[in-house]
T-cell receptor, first 115, second 110 residues
Framework: EAAVTQSPRNKVTVTGGNVTLSCRQT?????MYWYRQDTGHGLRLIHY???????QIGDVPDGYKATRTTQEDFFLLLELASPSQTSLYFC??????????????FGPGTRLLVL | QQKVQQSPESLSVPEGGMASLNCTSS?????YFWWYRQHSGEGPKALM?????GDKKEGRFTAHLNKASLHVSLHIRDSQPSDSALYFC??????????FGSGTKLTVEP
């Protein structure tokens, strides 16, 4: 099964602080995704990328930046964190060589608390 | 409004019983459907995918898709305590963005 790792696993910051969440996949997948999970909303897509240097906007991008530095690494940046960004964040990857039929594989998540 | 709606929000079944989870989408562009399972403290893991009308069975799990009514269901027979988890329905149009429902919390009581 595809391996996706995330760091840190837990993060506490203050309002206005800078936060970087990291994600690495070691399966040579083309696509990588950032989601946030909130009770009552399921998982919502923030940003995604189909290769190094590429960035696509998801459904809830406000307040977030992302950067894909290599095929393996995808970062989510919160430059002025707000309490509304307190959430559980997941990274995922998929090959997409088979088109939209390919499954997404998720990392273990990062729990972020903005005070 | 969310594009994928799930019901019920929570479900409790006895060990050995049948659990039935439902999902309806509001977008006729959705072509591909997944069920994901998330145990506490972990990331979601794909349980099964279904792309064609009808039933798909994998062990104790059966998914059913009706594209005309945009309805997907998941049935778990002989439920086990290890099946206790949050279950998500997810759907894709013919491009690479996955839309999730808000989840059904399943509890299997020993």
């Amino acid at each position: 099964e595809a391996a996706v790792t995330q760091s840190p696993r837990n993060k506490v910051t203050v309002t206005g602080g800078n936060v970087t969440l990291s994600c690495r996949q070691t399966n040579s997948h083309n696509y990588m995704y950032w989601y946030r999970q909130d009770t009552g909303h399921g998982l919502r897509l923030i940003h995604y990328s189909y290769g190094a240097g590429n960035l696509q906007i998801g459904d809830v991008p406000d307040g977030y930046k992302a950067t894909r530095t290599t095929q393996e690494d995808f970062f989510l940046l919160l430059e002025l964190a707000s309490p509304s960004q307190t959430s559980l964040y997941f990274c995922a990857s998929s090959d997409e060589a088979g088109g939209a039929r390919d499954t997404q594989y998720f990392g273990p998540g990062t729990r972020l608390l903005v005070l | 409004q969310q594009k994928v709606q799930q019901s019920p929000e929570s479900l409790s079944v006895p060990e050995g019983g049948m659990a039935s989870l439902n999902c309806t989408s509001s977008d006729r562009n959705f072509q591909y459907f997944w069920w994901y399972r998330q145990h506490s403290g972990e990331g979601p893991k794909a349980l099964m995918s279904i792309f064609s009308d009808g039933d798909k069975k994998e062990g104790r799990f059966t998914a059913h898709l009706n594209k005309a009514s945009l309805h997907v269901s998941l049935h778990i027979r002989d439920s086990q305590p290890s099946d206790s988890a949050l279950y998500f329905c997810a759907a894709k149009p013919n491009y690479n963005v996955l839309y999730f429902g808000s989840g059904t919390k399943l509890t299997v009581e020993p």
